[in-house]
Structure formats: structure tokens, C-alpha cells
């Protein structure tokens, strides 16, 4: 008998009424959802950062690369200018080097559409379960 009419008067059985719960259950969502979107913002600015050092090591090493690149190109065309014309030394090495390139781009596009768009995976992880988290509040309210 005490049982029902604590659940008809809209107490919990500590004593928050209904409204107080639905109530503490909106502000607690909203400030997990605040917390998700900061979690969110520096995860990807962490991942940013390191992204942004490695690109900047990458161009370095890029122009040195291409110096070193040069420098060998050069002496390929010189070694096969001594057996042919100059200018047919140089078109042979560009032609291949042509070829490489298109064997590239085309495996690097392969791998670009593997990899599939950048997300903050952890966050959405925690997102699913937050929803689960604020589904079983709701339903804890409900009974």
C-alpha cells in the first residue's frame, strides 16, 4: 500500500519527484553533450597538431628529395648522353619518369578512398554510449 502511493504521488523511492529527475536527467544530458563536443574539439586538435608536424617533416624531406632527385636525373641523362643525342638521353629518363608518376597517383588514389573520411572515433564511441546511458535514465524515470 505505502509502495503505491509513493509511485502515485510521483516520488522516486528517494524521494526526487518526477519533474526533479526528468529535470536533473535534461541537465546532466546536456552537460554530457557539452563535454562530448569538448572531448571532440581536442581529440582533433591533437590529432591536428601531430598531423601538422608530421606535414611539415614531410616537406622537408621533400625538398631535399627533390634535390637529391635532381641531382640524380642529372646524371642519368649524362650516362645516357654518352651513348645517344643529349636531347634523346633527357626525353627517355622524363618518359619514364612519367610513367612512375601515373603508377603512383593511381595507387594513391586507391589508398585515399580506403582510408575514408577523418572522424573522432573515441568521441563517437563515447557518444553511442551516452545515448545508451540517457535512453536507460529515461526509462529509469519512466517506471
Do not use: C, H
Amino acid at each position: 500500500m505505502a509502495a503505491e502511493r509513493s509511485s502515485t504521488s510521483g516520488r522516486s523511492s528517494n524521494g526526487d519527484s518526477t519533474g526533479d529527475l526528468i529535470r536533473r536527467l535534461s541537465e546532466d544530458t546536456s552537460t554530457l553533450v557539452r563535454k562530448e563536443v569538448e572531448l571532440a574539439k581536442a581529440e582533433l586538435a591533437e590529432k591536428g597538431r601531430k598531423a601538422g608536424l608530421g606535414a611539415g617533416m614531410f616537406g622537408g624531406a621533400g625538398l631535399f628529395g627533390v634535390f637529391a632527385f635532381a641531382a640524380l636525373t642529372t646524371t642519368v641523362i649524362l650516362g645516357l648522353a654518352e651513348v645517344m643525342d643529349a636531347w634523346l638521353a633527357a626525353l627517355i629518363v622524363a618518359v619514364v619518369y612519367a610513367a612512375i608518376a601515373g603508377v603512383m597517383a593511381l595507387a594513391g588514389k586507391q589508398k585515399v578512398e580506403e582510408a575514408g573520411p577523418p572522424q573522432p572515433e573515441q568521441t563517437v564511441e563515447t557518444i553511442k554510449e551516452d545515448v545508451q546511458w540517457a535512453k536507460s535514465q529515461a526509462a529509469s524515470v519512466r517506471r
